[in-house]
């Protein structure tokens, strides 16, 4: 009788462990974590397939593009994209706000004139 009672509370007990003890994360520890997986990958964060098909709709019909160019492409988007919206979350935060808006990637246009390549 002792045995099978000590073996059911053991059980329980080590049951009772993993629920109490598990930890659980915020919001903001979800989004760092994805943010250092990003960081750390090499991969391309826009699909091949959009990009490309963002390039056939440019250039006329009858002109060809090697798969380097693509890439090459490809990987100057990838950086544009992501230094436009760095640049418009430090616009989110002068505002004291969390959350990006149009008016702060438009304000992030305006700060940065008509060099940069999109105001063209």
Not at 70 to 92: G, K, N, W
Request: hydrophobic content about 35%; proline content about 2%.
């Amino acid at each position: 009788m002792a045995s099978n009672r000590s073996r059911s509370t053991g059980e329980s007990i080590i049951w009772r462990r993993r629920n109490i003890y598990r930890r659980r994360y915020s919001y903001y520890d979800n989004i760092f974590r994805e943010i250092r997986h990003y960081q750390r990958t090499t991969n391309s964060l826009v699909p091949k397939a959009a990009i490309v098909r963002v390039i056939k709709s440019i250039l006329p019909q009858h002109i060809r593009i090697q798969r380097s160019a693509v890439e090459a492409l490809q990987e100057s988007v990838e950086v544009y994209i992501v230094q436009f919206l760095s640049d418009s979350d430090l616009c989110t935060f002068n505002a004291k706000r969390r959350t990006l808006m149009t008016k702060d990637m438009l304000l992030t246009r305006r700060i940065r004139g008509r060099a940069d390549i999109i105001n063209k």
